[in-house]
Nanobody, 121 residues
Framework: QVQLVQSGGGLVQPGGSLTLSCAAS????????MAWYRQAPGKQRELVAA???????NYADSVKGRFTISRDNGENTVWLQMSSLKPEDTAVYYC???????????????WGQGTLVTVSS
């Protein structure tokens, strides 16, 4: 069974920085894409950033130039470096892995447990 375990998050002042990490486990052979989503109170979950196994990235317009997604294919880990944080970045952040190959089968997608990021003075 594949699991994504997130770490990081917490309270940060506006203009500050924070890094989230997400590690996948479960006899994984490969993961095509990994991504970060967020969901603010009363809003729909939205894509923040995504990265393929080849390193291609995609960012929401609202975070371009402030957030950086990266991954280690060998460690099946993805990070989200967030800087110049704004109050509107406050949300629960989720990581997701797509098209996961394991020794026992293939998974279309798996989600992490979510972690709260609060940007406030």
């Amino acid at each position: 069974q594949v699991q994504l375990v997130q770490s990081g998050g917490g309270l940060v002042q506006p203009g500050g920085s924070l890094t989230l990490s997400c590690a996948a486990s479960g006899s994984i052979s490969s993961i095509y894409a990994m991504a970060w989503y967020r969901q603010a109170p009363g809003k729909q979950r939205e894509l923040v950033a995504a990265i393929t196994s080849g390193g291609s990235t995609n960012y929401a317009d609202s975070v371009k130039g402030r957030f950086t997604i990266s991954r280690d294919n060998g460690e099946n880990t993805v990070w989200l470096q967030m800087s110049s944080l704004k109050p509107e970045d406050t949300a629960v952040y989720y990581c997701k892995a797509d098209d996961i190959a394991t020794i026992s089968g293939r998974y279309l997608e798996v989600w992490g447990q979510g972690t709260l990021v609060t940007v406030s003075s």
